[in-house]
């Protein structure tokens, strides 16, 4: 299963929410992962 290869996508997006530095981004993530997951079965 997938599940390093998603570790590794959540933890770049992660990166990105950091320097953003804006919570916004992180709660656009944290909406998305449900959605980012489903995709990334696909």
Do not use: I, T
């Not at 997006?13 to 959605?35: E, H, I, M, P, Q």
Request: glycine residues 2%; aromatic residues 12%.
């Amino acid at each position: 299963q997938p599940a390093s290869d998603e570790k590794e996508v959540v933890e770049r997006l992660y990166k990105v929410v950091a320097f953003k530095g804006d919570n916004s981004w992180y709660l656009w993530l944290c909406n998305s992962r449900l959605l980012m997951n489903m995709l990334l079965l696909h």
